[in-house]
């Protein structure tokens, strides 16, 4: 989705959105009121301005490279093995 999200014709889609801050600390109990919502927005604005976070934006990978933070670990397995 990039920096700037679904437009809203594509949340009208899906009948609306839930949306969830993906801050440092954060834990996959957090999507828990997630389990009805057809689209879900992480944003993970919150995990970049980290000053703590050592995986810095690169020309190459942007910040694809925050995979390894334990908050985005937790935000997939979350979805993955439910919350």
Known sequence: MGCVGPTQTIIGQF????????????????IVGCAGSRLVVADLTGI????????????????????????????????VFGA
């Open 15 to 30: 009948n609306g959105m839930t949306r969830i801050d993906v801050n440092p600390g954060f834990a996959r109990q957090t």
């Open 48 to 79: 970049h301005r980290d000053p703590n976070n050592p995986y810095k934006a690169d020309a190459f990978s942007g910040h694809h490279s925050d995979i390894f933070r334990p908050e985005i670990y937790d935000l997939i397995a979350g979805f």
